[in-house]
């Protein structure tokens, strides 16, 4: 009994490793670059919980803004939109949708002197 229950260890363990491996990837985001077309960078791998939880985020709209006729409406989100339903590749009356990852992700780590600036920092290749 004791010879078979040593040969299931290994078989648990590998199980178990499996198994952990499997969930560290359960929030793992790709934050979607494909209207991009032939993006020059890979895309953001993004942390989501982990990253509000860092940040001590709890509102949705800190990040997911949402604006209407020019305004900032303070208690809505835009979580139920992709960026790229507002802001276009070609900067026109808001900006480029380049340019507004890189303002509102960026610009919030620089302001809070905290995050990664730099562009390989977070498209990871």
Do not use: W
Request: proline fraction near 5%; glycine fraction near 6%.
């Amino acid at each position: 009994m004791l010879k078979h229950t040593l040969n299931l260890l290994p078989i648990l363990f590998t199980l178990l490793i499996i198994g952990v491996i499997a969930n560290s990837q359960e929030d793992l985001e790709v934050v979607d670059n494909s209207v991009f077309g032939n993006p020059q960078r890979p895309p953001v791998i993004f942390h989501h919980e982990e990253h509000n939880e860092n940040a001590g985020l709890e509102e949705c709209n800190q990040c997911h803004h949402l604006y209407e006729d020019g305004k900032y409406i303070e208690d809505e989100d835009s979580t139920d939109q992709s960026c790229s339903d507002c802001h276009e590749l070609i900067e026109a009356e808001l900006p480029s949708l380049m340019k507004a990852f890189h303002l509102n992700c960026k610009g919030c780590h620089q302001e809070q002197t905290q995050g990664p600036v730099a562009c390989g920092e977070c498209h990871v290749r």
